[in-house]
């Protein structure tokens, strides 16, 4: 079946401006993380989405960093205002039910690069 | 807070040869360890996971890690490494009781396998 989809796969913007990266996780999937994936930082949590249950927002660098998940289903994070150091791979995953040991998807991610 | 170290940041290894990647972690709390493989442009995929139970888990493509509880340690082994297996390595521990389980990641493992 179709994995984790994320788009666009490339994203080149000017700093200031705000960009939106989008992402759809595997039918079914109840859970979703977005990660970013930098050279300065490593691969970080950002939020994370249950079912109808609030966001687990404790990873957002800034309060330019926004998401929502619509429906249940696809996710939007918005970063408004960017700044070069938001320049980095933004990654996606979910899994069947938002629990420890189950196996996140990864999407094969977003590359933003902020100018 | 919980914590990944992987020694290594880069492994260049020759083709049939054996390799160890290393992974320390450092927790208060009981974590689940993963080790998960990123090939170039492309997501994160699980290569193996544990939960419980015995101490050595198998994996995809060939790969075995071995729990040591007492060394905090999750190192990753393979017998005979292939230019396939060129990637890089990502060491991972969720939480027990975290909701959610968001993945806190070490800095990645660069295995490089030459001819």
């Known amino acids: 079946g179709a994995g984790v989809s994320q788009s666009p796969s490339n994203k080149v913007t000017e700093k200031g401006k705000d960009v939106e990266l989008r992402c759809d996780p595997i039918?079914?999937?109840?859970?979703l993380y977005w990660y970013r994936q930098s050279l300065g930082q490593g691969l970080e949590f950002l939020i994370y989405?249950?079912?109808?249950?609030?966001?687990?927002k404790s990873g957002l660098p800034s309060d330019r960093f926004s998401a929502e998940r619509t429906g249940g289903s696809v996710s939007t994070l918005t970063i408004q205002r960017t700044q070069q150091e938001d320049s980095a791979v933004y990654l996606c995953a979910s899994s069947l039910a938002g629990t420890p040991n189950n196996e996140q998807f990864f999407g094969p991610g977003t590359r933003l690069t902020v100018l | 807070a919980q914590s990944v170290t992987q020694l290594d940041s880069q492994v260049p290894v020759f083709e049939e040869a054996p390799v160890e990647l290393r992974c320390n972690y450092s927790s208060s709390v009981s974590v689940y360890l993963f080790w998960y493989v990123q090939y170039p442009n492309q997501g994160l995929q699980l290569l193996l996971k544990?939960?419980?139970?015995?101490?050595l888990v198998k994996g995809i493509n060939g790969f075995e890690a071995e729990f040591n509880k007492s060394q905090t340690s999750f190192h990753l082994r393979k017998p005979s490494v292939h230019i396939s297996d060129t990637a890089e390595y990502f060491c991972a521990v969720s939480r027990f009781y975290n909701q959610g389980g968001k993945l806190i990641f070490g800095q990645g493992t660069e295995l490089s396998v030459k001819p």
């Open positions: 544990y939960l419980s139970g015995s101490t």
């Open positions: 989405f249950q079912g109808n249950s609030a966001p687990d």
């Open positions: 039918s079914g999937h109840t859970a």
